[in-house]
């Protein structure tokens, strides 16, 4: 299933990302991530949930692998505002009015 959200658009087949149909290179965790947070817009994570999903760890851990992250997406898919950061819960993406889907 692909994703579009803004001017992003994610070919699931592929694995490759488009952002103003300019392609978008992703780690594969990154990708990980982004494909998470597309699939439960809205939806806030923790940090442990995400690092349960994304990385497998089932663990407690202490680490800034997540917010690192993130803040990578955010630059390379220029989503700033879009991934939010939720205090003390973790991160979610936010909803988009339904002209911009």
Known sequence: MNH????????????RVF???QEVHLTCTEYRLL???????GRVFSREELL?????????????TV???IARLRRKLGLREEIRAVMRKGYALRPLPPTQH
């Open 4 to 15: 579009q959200y803004k001017d992003l658009y994610i070919d699931t087949r592929t694995k």
């Open 19 to 21: 952002r103003q149909g």
């Open 35 to 41: 494909l998470v947070l597309l699939g439960n817009v």
């Open 52 to 64: 349960r999903r994304v990385w497998g760890i089932t663990v407690p851990v202490r680490t800034r």
């Open 67 to 69: 917010d690192i992250h």
